[in-house]
């Protein structure tokens, strides 16, 4: 069975700094992993995502995430944070194909201070 | 962009009533989801639904709960007679089924039980 571990529940850099939200995860198979935002009263955005591709993934509004095996580590990295990046972040892993069911890590807040 | 439309965003419920929380996938998708989060926990795998029936569901997909796809384009959470612990936000997801795609959520419809 899969599982991710979020190591940070919330994380507070300030605005031009960079941001790193750390995520390990746990899989029996070749794991499909992603990142999801959650804006305040808001729906769940896909930022990125790798599917055992190039191992470094870049995604939406400047942010990148880097597979490494041999950590079991997905982490998400932006070089300079902004203040519309405050939101919930989480990462997610998927076995097997593209239809199985999505497990979550408990997400981390991001705070960006002016 | 497509977009996967839930209404309402918001519906208050006295307990023991049925709720149906309404989604419309994109419409070239073949698989179909219901995820939940319950205030301040993890979004958690409810239901999936491919080729008109249930694929899979997680412990929490009981009998209380049903899920349809009456007219081809709207996807359906029924939750009979509600129980106050069944407020949360209620995602709706679809996806193409390919490895390499991940999955398009909807903004979700926050679930109050009074």
């Known amino acids: 069975a899969q599982s991710v571990t979020q190591l940070d529940s919330h994380v507070s850099v300030s605005e031009g700094t960079p941001v790193l939200l750390r995520c390990n995860y746990s899989?029996?198979?070749?794991?499909?992993l992603f990142w999801y935002v959650q804006h305040p009263n808001k729906g769940l955005q896909l930022l990125l995502k790798?599917?055992?591709?190039?191992?470094l993934v870049k995604g939406i509004n400047g942010f990148e995430a880097e597979f490494k095996k041999s950590e079991t580590s997905f982490h998400l990295t932006k070089p300079s944070a902004h203040m519309s990046d405050a939101a919930e972040y989480f990462c997610v892993v998927s076995d097997g194909a593209g239809n199985t069911p999505l497990v979550f890590g408990k997400g981390t807040r991001l705070s960006v201070i002016a | 962009e497509p977009e996967v439309t839930q209404t309402p965003s918001h519906q208050v419920t006295q307990m023991g009533q049925e709720v149906i929380l309404r989604c419309v996938p994109i419409?070239?998708?073949?698989?179909f989801y219901w995820y939940r989060q319950i205030l301040g926990q993890k979004v958690e795998f409810l239901v999936s639904?491919?080729?008109?029936?249930?694929?899979?569901k997680s412990e929490i997909f009981d009998d209380q709960f049903s899920v349809e796809r009456p007219d081809g384009s709207n996807f359906t959470l029924k939750i009979r007679s509600t129980k106050l612990e069944d407020s949360a936000m209620y995602f709706c997801?679809?996806?193409?089924?390919?490895?390499?795609?991940?999955?398009?959520f909807g903004s979700g419809t926050r679930l109050t039980v009074v």
């Open positions: 899989s029996s198979y070749s794991p499909s």
């Open positions: 997801a679809s996806g193409t089924g390919a490895t390499n795609y991940g999955y398009t």
């Open positions: 419409s070239n998708h073949l698989y």
């Open positions: 639904f491919y080729n008109n029936e249930i694929s899979e």
């Open positions: 790798y599917t055992s591709a190039a191992t």
